[in-house]
T-cell receptor
Framework: DSGVTQTPKHLITATGQRVTLRCSPR?????VYWYQQSLDQGLQFLIQ???????AKGNILERFSAQQFPDLHSELNLSSLELGDSALYFC????????????????FGPGTRLLVL | AQKITQTQPGMFVQEKEAVTLDCTYD???????LFWYKQPSSGEMIFLIY??????QNATEGRYSLNFQKARKSANLVISASQLGDSAMYFC????????????FGPGTSLSVIP
């Protein structure tokens, strides 16, 4: 158990819908990262938040958005869902970006498996 | 641009034997970190081992060791005494100053341990 929690574990929805994925980082971790893992694209970095602020952006679609709340949990919002959005979405957390770089390790949650029908 | 290459899509190893999973990387930075993660069929990503570019010794964590060859830009994972529970996808990953706030992952290698 990494200490990172994600809900829900599975999500089935229809095209055009909107869903919210939730992540709670490990205790003490200030950074949260979101990744998408699909069969054809592999593991893709989406976005990172540090202590409530967006810090880095990867291959995140405009239909997707995220935020990190004062209690450090994070939510990833996916809207106007398409079949191709079906994937495993991971949240990862780490302590502080600057301290211990580049040794700082990300710890992954169990993932949310999204199926868009 | 940073890139991670794992040329072995699938590997088989006999139980109790050692296996090496290949990883090569591309970066122009002098300071960077390399990671290996394991993803079993249940889906979770499990951190295995870390190697820093300035570390003088190869990293080891239990049955996992990293064969780090800086000049060749390779960071191969060696699993000794393979167990059935080692069957999983293995991902090599890297962080450098260009990807300071994110980790770049390779495509992964699927390892199957045969009894």
């Amino acid at each position: 158990d990494s200490g990172v929690t994600q809900t829900p574990k599975h999500l089935i929805t229809a095209t055009g819908q909107r869903v919210t994925l939730r992540c709670s980082p490990r205790s003490g971790d200030l950074s949260v990262y979101w990744y998408q893992q699909s069969l054809d694209q592999g593991l893709q970095f989406l976005i990172q938040y540090y202590n409530g602020e967006e810090r880095a952006k990867g291959n995140i679609l405009e239909r997707f958005s995220a935020q990190q709340f004062p209690d450090l949990h994070s939510e990833l919002n996916l809207s106007s869902l398409e079949l191709g959005d079906s994937a495993l979405y991971f949240c990862a957390s780490s302590v502080v970006p600057l301290a211990g770089w580049p040794r700082e390790t990300q710890y992954f949650g169990p993932g949310t498996r999204l199926l868009v029908l | 641009a940073q890139k991670i290459t794992q040329t072995q899509p699938g590997m088989f190893v006999q139980e109790k034997e050692a296996v090496t999973l290949d990883c090569t990387y591309d970066t122009s930075d002098q300071s960077y970190g390399l990671f290996w993660y394991k993803q079993p069929s249940s889906g979770e990503m499990i951190f295995l081992i870390y190697q820093g570019s300035y570390d003088e010794q190869n990293a080891t964590e239990g049955r996992y060791s990293l064969n780090f060859q800086k000049a060749r830009k390779s960071a191969n994972l060696v699993i000794s005494a393979s167990q059935l529970g080692d069957s999983a996808m293995y991902f090599c990953a890297m962080r450098d100053s260009s990807s300071y706030d994110k980790v770049i992952f390779g495509p992964g290698t699927s390892l199957s341990v045969i009894p």
